[in-house]
T-cell receptor, first 111, second 117 residues
Framework: DAKTTQPPSMDCAEGRAANLPCNHS???????VYWYRQIHSQGPQYIIHGLKNNETNEMASLIITEDRKSSTLILPHATLRDTAVYYC????????????FGKGTSLLVTP | GAVVSQHPSRVICKSGTSVKIECRSLDFQATTMFWYRQFPKQSLMLMATSNEGSKATYEQGVEKDKFLINHASLTLSTLTVTSAHPEDSSFYIC?????????????FGSGTQLSVL
């Protein structure tokens, strides 16, 4: 899997948008960008994934640069419950491969 | 979304005993399940890949005789930590692939906190 680079920690005020960046400059053409998050002492939760187009669902938006070397996860209106470690992972889809987790970004949403 | 149930959520055992952790896919069939381990303030580390009806594939450095994996059905995989020692204390998490509807998502159980005294 291509490696990713994320800032170790970020803060965000409640109600504001949280923009979490991820660099994946060695991503291959068949690799998707996945985002998961892990709230303390729980299993990771799927957020969103995409290949080249921007994606949006009920949880977040994913913006992927045209060269696919970086992406941004956007939580449009962060709440205190969004405090978690966010993992950006690149992985071939339909491959049966496990997700290999890096260190992620610890997001703290403050009142 | 798909649900993966993991049990127990927390277990405390004496050194030298064995502990079994169950991972079930509740509303989908999982031909492949993954087992992870997470130490405090660290990321998840893949231990092994479990395929239904065949032997598990272990990551380098993971002892297959210590961490026994059984995946006898499409909805159940078990991880048995044999002769547990304090250094095996960790958060164990399972994950299963949901290939339904063309989605290639992995869903995770809620984890098992193992404390070996």
């Amino acid at each position: 899997d291509a490696k990713t680079t994320q800032p170790p920690s970020m803060d965000c005020a409640e109600g504001r948008a949280a923009n979490l960046p991820c660099n994946h400059s060695t991503i291959s053409g068949n690799e998707y960008v996945y985002w998961y998050r892990q709230i303390h002492s729980q299993g990771p939760q799927y957020i969103i994934h995409g290949l080249k187009n921007n994606e949006t669902n009920e949880m977040a938006s994913l913006i992927i640069t045209e060269d696919r070397k970086s992406s941004t996860l956007i939580l449009p209106h962060a709440t205190l419950r969004d405090t978690a470690v966010y993992y950006c992972i690149v992985r071939p889809d339909n491959s049966g491969y496990a997700l290999n987790f890096g260190k992620g970004t610890s997001l703290l949403v403050t009142p | 979304g798909a649900v993966v149930s993991q049990h127990p959520s927390r277990v405390i055992c004496k050194s030298g005993t064995s502990v079994k952790i169950e991972c079930r896919s509740l509303d989908f069939q999982a031909t492949t399940m993954f087992w992870y381990r997470q130490f405090p303030k660290q990321s998840l580390m893949l231990m092994a890949t479990s395929n239904e009806g065949s032997k598990a594939t272990y990551e380098q450095g993971v002892e297959k005789d210590k961490f026994l994996i059984n995946h006898a059905s499409l909805t159940l995989s078990t991880l048995t930590v044999t002769s547990a020692h304090p250094e095996d204390s960790s958060f164990y998490i399972c994950s299963a692939r949901d290939q339904g509807a063309g989605l290639e998502k992995l869903f995770f159980g809620s984890g098992t906190q193992l404390s070996v005294l």
